[in-house]
């Protein structure tokens, strides 16, 4: 195979014969690029034919579920895809349009042994986009991003003899049921169910209903040109729409998807957003009481009370801190025998026995009712309001270019450490400990913390503070850790601040 070029021109002889991929759209836990800016459909096909030479190299049995998301070019770009895949002697198991976490189902119901997902998750319109995996449960990380990125890009991709197609009906239907199996809510229920028009619209509705919940419809007719807002739960805009939608119908909650449904957020009774860590606190506290002494990691930006919250240590919980993206955590769960994992930007990975140990917004859902359905007098806010305060800052991104944000990082956890080595003190306290799995995670001695890490996706680097005592020691751990960051000329402004 030749090397793809990093550019050819749109409405050129060359634009539809020759393959073009601009590199960094190779990420480290899948691949994203605006589409066809940055890859047109021969680079999809030369995608394919290294995501299956990668399949050969490593002696993996030659079968492949494939799946897409409801935009208007995804089915061009699986196609594209899936002729790479058969170039290269696979056989393309077509599961049809999907949510990302029927398409890791599918691997377990087809008994296949890689998945490929044609999907730009959250992103807005215009980009396109692979996840894709090996190892069941797991997607590729690092590593594999790095050896498929290789193949492509430098043009080993080998063509195979062998390669077949084949539509494979009915996966929806048997992922709807295995989500729901024998479970109906014994309380009345109510909720908004929140699709943003993107493709969690073809499940999310019948899955409440066929738990016995009433739904109250939230922008859930097909649409790919989302003509209300992106799906995406961390969105502003969509929790605030998703808070009117429950505060307009009176429900017990609402629950928001994101374009290909592997993450899930969550409004409470009384229009509250409760961020995803705080939600995964709350089913931490209710599943360790069923499964006592259980593991649960929690990604490095997400909230301090897994590991200091009273009732999570009565139930004698062990808290694990790892690194943020949902193929790390994955990973960090199997490795583990982790119970689940919980991200703080809404990807949950429940494992056995609750769920497979993927990302997936609609066993989440599953899971929110059963755990509603075990408190029957309690109410979301109720539930909130039963963890221990803490204040948190929102998610907060300091520009930083690509080239130049993991060596200006490298110099940042260096001073923290080395702080925490001499001594001294960050926002008038003690540093306890520095977790340094991604990035810098500064510990106090009162279990408040400050976070900075890069980011996988963007240019930026990842700030995340919170205070277990006061909204004044959280400003001030933040001002003491933007004060060190301001050593690093490199590091522009903040998309948002405190």
């Known amino acids: 195979m030749t090397k793809p070029a990093p550019t050819v021109s749109p409405n050129t002889w060359e634009f539809l014969r020759d393959a073009m991929i601009v590199p960094t759209g190779f990420r480290e836990y899948d691949a994203r690029w605006k589409f066809p800016d940055d890859i047109n459909l021969p680079g999809i096909t030369a995608l394919g034919l290294g995501l ?10 030659p079968v492949i579920a494939v799946g897409n998301d409801y935009r208007e070019y995804s089915l061009s770009v699986k196609n594209a895809l899936m002729l790479g895949l058969m170039q290269a002697g696979i056989h393309v198991k077509d599961i049809g349009p999907a949510l990302s ?26 980009w396109t986009g692979v996840k894709m995996g090996f190892e069941r449960p797991l997607t590729h990380g690092p590593d594999e991003m790095n050896e498929l990125r290789n193949i492509v890009l430098n043009g080993e991709a080998k063509s195979a003899a062998g390669g077949g197609y084949e539509f494979v009906h009915g996966v929806r239907e048997a992922y709807l049921d295995d989500l729901v199996g024998n479970f109906k809510m014994t309380r009345k229920l109510k ?29 859930n007719a097909l649409d790919y040109n989302f003509p209300n807002y992106n799906p995406n739960p961390e969105a502003m805009e969509m929790l605030h729409d998703m808070s009117a939608s429950l505060k307009a119908s009176g429900a017990d909650f609402a629950l928001g998807f994101d374009g290909d449904g592997d993450r899930c957020g969550v409004v409470d009774d009384e229009g509250e957003e409760i961020f995803a860590d705080k939600v995964g606190v709350i089913l931490a506290r209710d599943l360790s009481k069923l499964y006592p002494n259980a593991t649960f990691v929690a990604d490095v930006k997400s909230t301090g009370l897994f590991a200091s919250d009273p009732e999570l240590i009565k139930n004698g919980v062990t808290a694990d801190y790892w690194k943020t993206g949902h193929s790390h955590m994955k990973r960090r769960v199997k ?13 949950y990975f429940l494992a056995e026995p609750i769920g497979r140990g993927y990302d997936c917004g609609m066993r989440v859902a599953v899971e929110i009712c059963k755990l509603m359905d075990r408190n029957p ?17 929102p998610t907060m991104s300091p520009y930083c270019a690509d080239e130049e944000k993991y060596q200006v990082l490298e110099r940042l956890v260096a001073r923290l450490v080395a702080m925490a080595d001499a001594g001294h003190p960050l926002a008038g306290r003690k540093i306890a400990q520095v977790v340094t799995v991604n990035g810098a995670r500064v510990i106090l001695d009162n279990g408040s913390w400050g976070l900075v890490r890069a980011s996988s996706n963007t240019p930026n680097l990842v700030v995340v503070c919170e205070s277990s005592e006061s909204e004044a020691e959280m400003r001030a ?17 903040y998309d948002q601040s405190i």
């Open 52 to 61: 299956g030479t990668q399949m050969q190299r490593r002696g993996i049995e």
């Open 101 to 126: 976490p029927m398409a890791y189902f599918a691997q377990f119901h087809l008994d296949a042994p890689a998945v490929a997902m044609v999907t730009a998750s959250h992103n807005p319109n215009g």
């Open 191 to 219: 909720v908004v169910c929140a699709t943003g028009n993107g493709t969690a619209s073809a499940f999310a509705p019948e899955l409440f209903k066929r738990l016995g919940v009433e739904v109250v419809p939230s922008h």
């Open 335 to 347: 490795e583990l025998g982790a119970l689940a994992g919980f991200e703080k930007s809404g990807h």
């Open 377 to 393: 007098g309690m109410s979301m806010s109720d539930l909130r309001k039963a963890l221990p305060v803490t204040y948190a800052t």
């Open 477 to 493: 751990i933040f001002e003491a850790i933007d004060a060190v960051i301001r050593t690093e000329p490199l590091v522009g402004e």
